[in-house]
């Protein structure tokens, strides 16, 4: 059984940080290129950051470029989002996602997402 379970969302300061994790089962995770999305409310879901396989790529949304890193422990079957500087325009529900090729095409699985407030 495909599994993505996220976890890490908080409620946090603006100019705070947050580190996500995405713990994936049931799939050979090595094998996929990983993503997070965030989706705030009455907006539509948008990508933030992903990872190719093995770590070699990686690409961020204009608006988290130089405050998010985004990495993967291929040992661990899991993936992080490091948000550094949040501000209250990341408030969202962030998403993990997987699937099998990095440039293009539909993502294979999703998690349940992670509640992400930024407010003081």
């Known amino acids: 059984q495909v599994q993505l379970v996220e976890s890490g969302g908080d409620l946090v300061q603006p100019g705070g940080s947050l580190r996500l994790s995405c713990a994936a089962s049931?799939?050979?995770?090595?094998?996929?290129?990983m993503s997070w999305y965030r989706q705030a409310p009455g907006k539509e879901r948008e990508v933030v950051a992903r990872?190719?396989?093995?770590?070699?790529?990686?690409n961020y949304a204009e608006s988290v470029k130089g405050r998010f890193t985004i990495s993967r422990d291929d040992a661990k079957k899991t993936v992080y989002l490091q948000m550094n500087s949040l501000k209250p325009e990341d408030t969202a529900v962030y998403y993990c996602a997987a699937r099998t090729n990095y440039w293009g095409g539909e993502e294979s699985a999703w998690g349940q997402g992670t509640q992400v407030t930024v407010s003081s």
């Open positions: 990872i190719s396989i093995a770590g070699s790529s990686t």
């Open positions: 049931g799939f050979t995770f090595s094998h996929y290129a």
